[in-house]
């Protein structure tokens, strides 16, 4: 089946499809926390440097900035909820005398970080700000719903950074918690995403393209009417015999020339008798009729008189002597 002569609703499906793939196996392997990371740091650095700042050059103090930044908090990956980010990388001491001596403007660089923390997270540093015994989080290996996942599990790593933020107004570092890395929205944001893509933006372009000339019509196929030969009621194929069938148009033919000889011979008879009556008709005169003998004087136009109201009437004159 060629490209252009798919519906829109396959399209949809085929989105929805790939979406649900891509997103299930996304949401087995889990995010990739690999990219980017040059050293992996541990709690005592984590914790000790969270308030460390440092400033530009030609900057206030009060301009001062956090040495971790685009902190980034994880879902939990085997039980361990990981902490990646960019740390300003402090140079060396003799690095350090190098750039001095060279008169060189100390400069600093950030790398990328990772910083696996257990669940319940125990801090080193400002431990009283958490629980002193707490119990493992339940509700990332069993959540109760699909928006459950997708909350940071309880006593982690976040809980210690919100009460640090709460605390300590020095508190400078941002973070986030990736809550799209969850295995329910993971699924649903690749589905979402392939079903838009493929199913609703990809149909419109092929629209298009189609419109311009770009692309290829869909062909509309010809239904074959070939494939239905006609049958015998015995289920093998009737064959045309042509004798036969001139034979019955003789015949029928031969019935109608009868019939219309005997039409013809009826006529003439019926002609005969409806002669012989008009004969016994007597000829009615066509001449011009003359008025009857002694009626003359009284039927003349001199003695008419013609009255009536509403037609006219012939009066003679003799009745006028009567009245």
Known sequence: MELENFKVWQWMLIGLLVGLGIGYWKAENGPDID????????????????????????????????????????????????????VMQRPSAARIADMVAAKQPVKAKFVGFRYPTEVPYRPQFYANLMPSETKPATN?????????????????????????KAERKDFRVSYRYAWWEAKPATVAIWTAGSFTVI???????????????LA????????DLNRFKAQSKTGAPSVNNFDTENKQLDDLN??????????????AETKAENAAVEAKVRALPTSR????????????????EYTGEFYPVVKTHGDQAKK
Not at 61 to 66: D, G, I
């Open 199 to 213: 199913g609703v933006v990809w149909p419109i372009i092929v629209r298009l393209l189609m419109g311009v000339g």
């Open 216 to 223: 290829r019509r869909p062909v509309k196929k010809e239904y």
């Open 289 to 304: 009729l003359e008025p009857l003998a002694g009626d003359e004087g009284d039927r003349s136009d001199a003695n008419r």
């Open 140 to 164: 990332a290996a069993k959540p109760e719903s699909a928006f459950a996942a997708m909350r940071p599990p309880a006593n982690s790593v976040v809980q210690y950074l919100d009460r640090l």
């Open 254 to 267: 031969a019935s109608l020339e009868a019939k219309l000889a005997g039409f013809v011979d009826e006529d």
């Open 35 to 86: 990219d980017n990371v040059v050293r992996t740091v541990y709690q005592p650095e984590f914790e000790e440097r969270l308030f460390d700042t440092y400033v530009l050059d030609g900057q206030k103090p009060e301009n001062a900035r956090p040495v971790f930044t685009s902190v980034t908090i994880h879902p939990p990956i085997d039980g361990k909820v990981w902490v990646t980010g960019l």
